[in-house]
């Protein structure tokens, strides 16, 4: 990967915060931000617990034009990575 590549995927991620969002609105407002999201960029996801149900709604919905990456899964703080392929 070039340097020109590395410094374009690295700008391509996006924070969503699911913490400050109304328990009832969370699950729109994730699937609104992906469905927003264009080839190759990412969505950093972080939330107080681990959203399982969510994570099988999302597959369901996006199957394979979205994948997962846990970049930390502890107790409180979970961090997520959604990345939309190519």
Do not use: W
């Not at 699950?27 to 999201?37: I, R």
């Amino acid at each position: 990967m070039s340097e020109v590549q590395f410094k374009l995927m690295s700008a391509a991620i996006h924070p969503f915060d699911a913490r400050g969002i109304g328990k009832r609105f969370r699950h729109a407002a994730v699937f609104g931000a992906l469905a927003a999201l264009q080839a190759g960029e990412t969505m950093r996801f972080v939330n107080d617990h681990d959203p399982l149900p969510l994570l099988e709604q999302i597959g369901r919905h996006f199957g394979d034009r979205v994948s997962v990456e846990y970049r930390r899964r502890s107790i409180g703080e979970i961090v997520i990575d959604f990345m939309i392929a190519y």
